[in-house]
Nanobody, 114 residues
């Protein structure tokens, strides 16, 4: 089955960190760019970050640049999002996606609150 499964979300205080993981299966993970997208309550989805096939090129939204780091492990078919210095406005459902396949995971909830 072709799928993406996110994990690692949770509740954290402002200034804290979380590491999201996304496990891919059912397709040749290493030949596709991957991305993270988030959707805050009541808002439209927001692109967060992308990574190319070998991890050599990464891209970030201005809102997370310098705080978030995307990476991937092609041997483990997994993409990660390390999130540091979290802010309340980072609260959202975070999805990983394969844009070329139009494939999305079910999302993992990140809540940043004191």
């Amino acid at each position: 089955e072709v799928q993406l499964v996110e994990s690692g979300g949770g509740m954290v205080q402002p200034g804290g960190s979380l590491r999201l993981s996304c496990a891919a299966s059912g397709f040749t993970f290493s030949i596709y760019d991957m991305a993270w997208v988030r959707q805050a309550p009541g808002k439209v989805p927001e692109w967060v970050s992308s990574i190319n096939t070998d991890g050599g090129s990464t891209y970030y939204a201005n809102s997370v640049k310098g705080r978030f780091t995307i990476s991937r492990d092609n041997a483990k078919n997994t993409v990660f999002l390390q999130m540091n210095s979290l802010k309340p406005e980072d609260t959202a459902l975070y999805y990983c996606a394969s844009p070329h396949l139009d494939l999305w995971g079910q999302g993992t909830l990140v809540t940043v609150s004191s």
